[in-house]
């Protein structure tokens, strides 16, 4: 079983909320709308750090475990990722006790203290010390937004690579084939339109089918899972858990 490295105040994090299973279904769409979503062209926000792209250079980025730095693991810019982030900086006199965010996106860029996104979504807690709770939640699926994060404040990732990004579309794409094969194509093939009636055999046919294609969809969607990171400045720590940004810039 893998191993789950979230970070020293993992304990406090509130589930957001799975979008569920039909929206991994559905991720391919997603995938195809989210390119037209966002073009070339983007409004910068006042924040960020312009990163300049060179055609004629190549830059990966990587997570690099603290302990065994021969452990790396390539970032695909073009592939989701999910940053936590935790601040417990209050003053002592605030009615917030703590607070956290998920920022969800691309990364867009890599400096010495601070990534960019390229953002999809943002959901946000705060806790105060009476115990209330306060949530929100933004979308920028039809607009641009980049924003610029400080290392120091994100406490882990959730990153899907691109085996198990592939795994996810095609399951995706024949676990939705197989519910509209089940739930609409199956009933209207076993219509007998000119007689009337219903063939039951028929239905039993193109619903097995559909259903076959479901549970192979299953495995293909567990394989899809994120891998977590827990995330530390280069340089501050050292053990298994903790993982660190690299750029590697190549002329």
């Known amino acids: 079983m893998e191993k789950r490295c ?3 105040n993992a304990n406090k994090l509130v589930n957001k909320g799975s979008l569920g299973s ?16 966002f073009p070339t062209s983007v409004g910068v926000d006042p924040g960020y750090k312009a990163f300049a ?7 990966k980025y990587y997570l690099v475990n603290s302990l065994d730095t021969l452990k790396r693991d390539e970032l695909k810019s073009n592939y989701a990722m999910e940053f936590y982030l935790f601040d417990k900086q209050y003053p002592d006199d605030s009615k917030i006790d703590f607070s956290s965010i998920w920022y969800n996106g691309f990364l867009e860029g890599l400096g010495d203290s601070s990534v960019t996104i390229d953002m999809w979504e943002e959901y946000g ?7 209330d709770e306060e949530s929100t939640y933004k979308d920028y699926f039809m607009s641009d937004h980049l924003q610029d994060v400080p290392i120091s404040k994100i406490e882990f990732v959730e990153y899907t690579s691109k085996f198990r990004g592939t795994m996810g579309e095609v399951g995706g794409v024949i676990g939705g084939i197989s519910m509209i094969t089940m739930l609409l194509v199956a009933p209207l093939v076993s219509i007998d339109y000119k007689d009337g009636g219903f063939n039951s055999d028929r239905y039993f046919i193109w619903a097995g089918a559909g259903l076959g294609g479901l549970v192979l969809s299953i495995p293909l969607l567990a394989l899809s ?4 990171y827990g995330i530390v400045p280069k340089g501050t720590t050292s053990n298994s858990c903790s993982w660190y940004f690299e750029k590697e810039v190549k002329p």
């Open 125 to 131: 807690d705060v806790y105060f010390k009476n115990g």
């Open 225 to 228: 899972s994120s891998k977590t």
């Open 53 to 59: 792209f060179n055609p004629n250079r190549q830059v």
């Open 22 to 37: 039909i929206v991994i279904l559905l991720s391919f769409l997603t995938t195809a709308c989210s390119a037209m979503a």
């Open 6 to 8: 979230r970070g020293m």
